[in-house]
């Protein structure tokens, strides 16, 4: 069973920067789409970044300039490099990762934006 372990959250001021990395127990990335999802406080879970098998990535409006995802192959880990932090970004942020007949999630890291 593949496993997802996310690391790199915790407290920041707002304008601040966070990496997120997952690393995955197995070399995954040419067979699952890789992503990050976010839920803050009384919100659904939500896509903020996907980057595909063949690699190429896309990040949601609401993030775009601000949020960038990247995965380093041979380290089976992913990034989401996040600068400029707001309050609204403040949520556990999830790593994703999907195929037709699997869905694997991490167990989550704590993002704060606050001063």
């Known amino acids: 069973q593949v496993q997802l372990v996310e690391s790199g959250g915790g407290l920041v001021q707002p304008g601040g920067s966070l990496r997120l990395s997952c690393v995955a127990s197995?070399?995954?990335?040419?067979?699952?789409?890789m992503g990050w999802y976010r839920q803050g406080p009384g919100k659904e879970r939500e896509v903020v970044a996907t980057?595909?098998?063949?690699?190429?990535?896309s990040v949601e409006d609401s993030v775009k300039g601000r949020f960038s995802i990247s995965r380093d192959n041979a380290k089976n880990t992913m990034y989401l490099q996040m600068n400029n932090l707001k309050p609204e970004d403040t949520a556990v942020y999830y790593c994703?990762?999907?195929?037709?007949?699997?869905?694997?999630w991490g167990q989550g890291t704590q993002v704060t934006v606050s001063s």
């Open positions: 197995e070399n995954i990335f040419s067979i699952y789409g």
């Open positions: 980057i595909a098998r063949e690699g190429t990535a």
């Open positions: 994703n990762a999907a195929k037709w007949d699997a869905i694997i």
